[in-house]
Structure formats: C-alpha cells, structure tokens
C-alpha cells in the first residue's frame, strides 16, 4: 500500500512513517515527493510517498494516544451514546457498499471522534474530503437525534484531517508570499468552516496582511489581500 508523510527533514519524515507504521526502515520503500526550502514566511519541508515492501501494512499497536498526546482511554464504544452512534456510521458506510471498523478516536466534554479503519478510505474521504464530511454531518445530525445536540462529533480515517490542515497551511503562507510580492489579492477555492478558519488563523499574525470570506452558503472563499505596514 502507498502513504504519505510529511517531516522538517527527509530523515524526520522518515522516522514518522516507520513509527506510525509499526515498520523497520527496510520494509518500505521512499520516494520524495516535495522539498520545501524555509523562508520569510513558511517552514520548510520534505514530503515522501511510501510503498510498504510486499504491499503489507501493519498498524503499529494503539496506544491510547493522538498527535498532542491527547489520551483517548478504550476505543470502543461506551454507553447507549456511543453504541448508537458508532452502529449508525457503521451502517451509513455499509449501505453505500463499503466495510469500515469504527471506533473511539478521543472524547471531550462536547466533542467525540470516531476513526474509520477501512480499506477504502480513499473513496470514504473523498474529492478534498467531501465524502468524510457528508458522513461527519450525517453522524452530527443523528446525534442532536440522539438528544445530544451538544456533542460535536468529528470523523476522521488515515488521519486525513491533520494531513488537510497541514495542505491548508501551507497553501496559506505560499499565498501569503504571492500576495505580497504582487500586492495583488488572492481568491482561494471554497472551502468549509473549518477549512477557512486554519487560513484565517495562520495568517492572523502577519501585519500587512489580512483576510475576509466572501460569498454565500457553507462553502465560502477567503481573499488574501496585501494591505501595507502601518
């Protein structure tokens, strides 16, 4: 099978992939896909493509923990909530000819994850993860049914949410730099909520620039515009 990583160096992206998948550095093969040399305003980076030798995949043993250390405690389904919730997804993906394990990813006070082990997450994820989104707001929606209006439930499989923000980000401070050496202003694509508050959030900081969503509905456009130091 074929993963991507992505690290400061090509030996750090290296060392992602054999520790999150559970292999020695001769069982897969690498192959760089992108370097990114650091800058003003963007870290630098080197994304590798790996094809794990023979085509297998090991999972390296769960240990209670995601990215950030955050403790995720039994990752099966705990109450009538979470049996529930975790069937429904389960079924959703069934009904649409896919088999998929689902399980506790992390909980929170009013936030749950739920990972989808599958192994056809490409088409679970989707064209820029629509797919996995339509099935986070179904799962959200049967959970206000459920009585927990409260609860955000978050969706995720091959950890496709943090490789997004890490795309998001990048694409925010390479616009960034376009911006300020045209001082033109930028349109992105349309984008979800979520998506435009990671562009809106990395570039805060920058002080000749700024950003604004246009357009209506759930999917907007931020615009990216050069406004000058003051």
Do not use: C, W
């Not at 630098?44 to 030798?53: A, L, M, Q, S």
């Not at 975790?86 to 088999?99: A, L, N, P, R």
């Not at 994850?113 to 056809?120: D, F, H, I, P, V």
Request: hydrophobic share 35%; proline share 3%; no cysteine.
């Amino acid at each position: 099978m074929i993963y991507e990583f992505e690290g400061k160096t090509e030996k750090d992206a290296i060392e992602q992939a054999a520790n999150e998948l559970g292999l020695e550095r001769d069982q897969f093969d690498v192959e760089i896909l992108e370097t990114q040399k650091s800058t003003l305003f963007k870290k630098g980076f080197v994304k590798i493509r790996v094809h794990t030798v023979g085509g297998s995949y090991h999972h390296a043993e769960f240990d209670g923990k995601l990215p950030g250390n955050k403790i995720v405690g039994d990752p099966l389904p705990a109450g009538e909530f979470e049996e529930k919730l975790v069937q429904f997804v389960s079924t959703v993906i069934e009904k649409m000819g896919y088999e998929a394990k689902v399980e506790i990813m992390f909980r929170e006070e009013h936030k749950m994850g739920l990972r989808l082990n599958s192994a056809s997450s490409s088409i679970l994820i989707g064209r820029k993860g629509k797919n996995l989104d339509a099935l986070q707001l179904l799962a959200n929606v049967y959970a206000g049914r459920l009585g927990r209006e409260d609860m955000r439930v978050i969706l995720d499989t091959e950890n496709y949410r943090i490789r997004r923000e890490e795309t998001l980000v990048r694409l925010a401070y390479n616009t960034a730099d376009k911006v300020r050496s045209s001082h033109n202003s930028i349109l992105l694509e349309p984008m979800n909520p979520f998506e435009r508050r990671i562009i809106h959030t990395t570039l805060n900081d920058i002080p000749d620039l700024e950003t604004k969503s246009e357009g209506d509905g759930l999917f907007k456009q931020v615009r990216v515009l050069y406004k000058g130091l003051r």
